[in-house]
C-alpha cells in the first residue's frame, strides 16, 4: 500500500510573496487526492516541495517518518525513491525514444541489466496503453500520449506516491475522460498514494477520493470529497462552477467594490460565466471491469464512517447517501438533535479575515 504525506504549517514564500502559509493535511495512504485552485495560488510549488525541491520558510513534510525539510541530501534521495513525477508538460527528452524515456530512471538509479530493464519498461507502457509505440520519438506522439509516456516513466521504480502536475493540461475533455481511468485504474493495481493538481473540474469531481483548495495562500480546505463538493464557501461554488461571480478575479485579490459592480451586472442579466449550476456528489469512476478492487475504496469508506461526526452536515448527509448508512445509526445520535449538529457546523469551520472564505479542513490526524 501507498505512504501517507503528513503536512503540518508549511509556508513558503519567495522573496517578500507569499505563496502559501500555514498549510495542514494530510494526504491518506493509498488513496487518490486531488488538490483543487485558481491559476497561480502556488499548486505546483506545493509539489515541488513535497519532494523536496524547494525547501519551506517553516512548517514540516513527513514522509515514512522522516522529515523532508530536515533530511540530508543523501536521506532526502532515498525519500525521493518513493516518488513518481508526472510533470505537466510530460518533461520527456525529445531526442529518445519512447522506452529510452521510460527506461532512464532505471538506468541512472539502479543497477539492472538491460534485459531487466526490458521487462519493466515494457510492462509500465503497457500498463497505460502504449505497448508497441515504443521506439516513437515525443514529437511523433499525440499530447495524450506524451502525457501517458510520462505516467509510465513515473511508474519504473515502483513508486508508493505519485504526483502527478496538472495531468489535463493541453489536452481535450475526452483524453482527459481517458487519462483520469487510467489513473483510478493504476491505484487499483498498484495500491500506490496520488495526489493530483489540477483545475480540471472533471476530474475534480469524479475522480479522488478527498478533495482539497488553496487560495489567497491559504488552504480553503481539505478531506473527503463530498465536503468540498458541497460546500457553499463562495470561493468553492464560484471556481467548481467556472463563474466570474465571487471571490476569485483574473487576478487573484479581487476587492469588495468590483464584486459589487459584477454582482449589478448579472442582475441586470448579463452573463456571469460557467455553463450550468453543479450541485451534488456524482458517482466516482471505478476501475476498469476486469482490474484488481481498488482497496482504496474500503479504506476510505471506514475512515469517513470513523470520522463522519466531524464533517457539515452537507457532507454526511452525501457520505451517508452514497453508502447506503442509516443517518440515525451512522453518526450514533438522534438526526434531529439540534444542539449536535450545531456543533458539527462549528467544529469544522476555523473563522478568518479574509471576506471569501473560512478554513474548513480536517485536522491531519483525522483525514
Known sequence: MGIAIEV?????????????????LTVPPGEVSVLLGPSGTGKSVFLKALIG?????????????????????????????????????????????????????????????????????MEKLEMVGLGGDETKLPGEISGGMRKRAGLARSLVLDPE?????????????????????????????????ILIVTHNINIARTVPDNMGMLFRRKLVMFGPREVLLTSDEPVVQQFLNGRRIGPIGMSEEKDEATMAEEQAHLEAGHHGGGVEELEGVPPQINATPGMPFRKAVKRRQDRVR???????????????ESLGDDPGKARGDDPDDDDHDD?????????????????????????
Not at 525513491?81 to 521510460?102: E, K
Not at 470513523?306 to 451517508?320: G, S, T, V
Request: charged share 30%; net charge negative.
Open 306 to 320: 470513523q470520522n463522519l461526526h466531524l464533517l457539515p452536515k452537507n457532507a454526511q448527509q452525501a457520505i451517508l
Open 8 to 24: 503540518e504549517g508549511l509556508t513558503k514564500s519567495f522573496g517578500s510573496a507569499t505563496i502559501w502559509e500555514d498549510v495542514s
Open 343 to 367: 456543533r458539527d457546523d462549528r467544529g469544522r469551520h476555523h473563522g478568518r479575515s479574509d471576506d471569501d472564505a473560512r478554513t474548513e479542513s480536517i485536522p491531519a490526524q483525522q483525514q
Open 161 to 193: 506516491i505519485i504526483l502527478c502536475d496538472e495531468p489535463d493540461s493541453g489536452l481535450d475533455p475526452v483524453r482527459t475522460a481517458y487519462l483520469s481511468q487510467l489513473l483510478i485504474d493504476i491505484n487499483a493495481q498498484l495500491d500506490c498514494t
Open 53 to 121: 525541491l524547494l525547501k519551506p520558510e517553516r512548517g514540516s513534510i513527513v514522509v515514512d517518518g522522516k522529515d523532508l525539510t530536515e533530511a540530508s541530501a543523501k536521506e532526502l534521495y532515498e525519500i525521493r525513491r518513493l516518488f513518481g513525477v508526472m510533470f505537466q508538460d510530460g518533461a520527456l527528452f525529445g531526442s529518445m525514444s519512447l522506452y529510452d524515456n521510460t527506461a532512464f530512471p532505471l538506468r541512472e538509479h539502479t543497477k539492472k541489466k538491460e534485459d531487466e530493464i526490458r521487462d519493466i519498461v
